[in-house]
């Protein structure tokens, strides 16, 4: 296993939570950032949060902070997403990649292995 692979996503109403999950081969995660990525139908793949490997800092898009919380378990090699006060808006494709990077940053540039996503609906 190279890629990482996603799972926990479904269909939620407004305001529910969900919690995805990414495991990863050591080969990829260790010592790498990891991030989270979603796109909705029609529109860019976008950036949600990333976590850095050493001090595990986080950095979110703005629409989602103080609602979605990035972790990571090392011994695992597994990153989570936490999703609570969930919104339609939220509603997408949700994608974890490993960083060719140490350090988290927000630019899909910097992310080189692709999970193959996990759908995510929230309902109004």
């Known amino acids: 296993q190279v890629q990482p692979v996603e799972s926990g996503g479904g269909l939620v109403q407004a305001g529910g939570s969900l919690r995805l999950s990414c495991a990863a081969s050591g080969r990829i995660f260790t010592r790498y950032a990891m991030g989270w990525f979603r796109q909705a139908p029609g529109q860019e793949r976008e950036f949600v949060a990333a976590i850095s490997w050493g001090d595990q800092s986080t950095y979110y898009r703005d629409s989602v902070k103080g609602r979605f919380t990035i972790s990571r378990d090392n011994a695992k090699n597994t990153v989570y997403l936490q999703m609570n006060s969930l919104k339609p808006e939220d509603t997408a494709v949700y994608y974890c990649?490993?960083?060719?990077?140490?350090?988290?940053?927000?630019?899909?540039?910097?992310?080189?292995?692709w999970g193959q996503g996990t759908q995510v609906t929230v309902s109004s």
């Open positions: 990649a490993a960083s060719r990077l140490t350090r988290a940053t927000m630019s899909r540039a910097d992310f080189g292995s």
